[in-house]
């Protein structure tokens, strides 16, 4: 069992920046890869950002690239989330979530990923 722990959520302003830490309990997490996803109030959950395995490709949703960069720090079992430039529409629930890495497979879709954190509050004023 896994377990993920998100810190660094809180209230910005906009064209501010924040970063989202991730920590996991195991120590293979070089072996996993990480999803970033969001939800806002009344609204889906959303893909973010992933990396994948041990430092390898990230990817982002549209709506933040260039904004967003997802690292890892395996040594620390840590992954993060910097966003900067922030808007008011970013503003949601933010998770982290991971999931053994076997391959190719759908990163930007929740079903995906074995374990979830508990989600940060993330709120950005206008």
């Known amino acids: 069992q896994v377990q993920l722990v998100e810190s660094g959520g809180g209230l910005v302003e906009a064209g501010g920046s924040l970063r989202l830490s991730c920590a996991a309990s195991?120590?293979?997490?070089?072996?996993?890869?990480v999803g970033w996803f969001r939800q806002a109030p009344g609204k889906e959950r959303e893909f973010v950002a992933a990396?994948?395995?041990?430092?390898?490709?990230?990817y982002y949703a549209d709506s933040v690239k260039g904004r967003f960069t997802t690292t890892r720090d395996n040594a620390k079992n840590t992954a993060y989330l910097q966003m900067n430039s922030l808007k008011p529409e970013d503003t949601a629930v933010y998770y982290c979530?991971?999931?053994?890495?076997?391959?190719?497979?759908?990163?930007?879709?929740?079903?995906?990923?074995?374990?979830w954190g508990q989600g940060t509050q993330v709120t950005v004023s206008s």
């Open positions: 979530a991971a999931v053994y890495y076997r391959g190719t497979y759908s990163y930007a879709d929740l079903k995906e990923y074995t374990y």
């Open positions: 195991v120590r293979t997490f070089s072996w996993y890869s």
């Open positions: 990396i994948i395995r041990s430092g390898g490709s990230t």
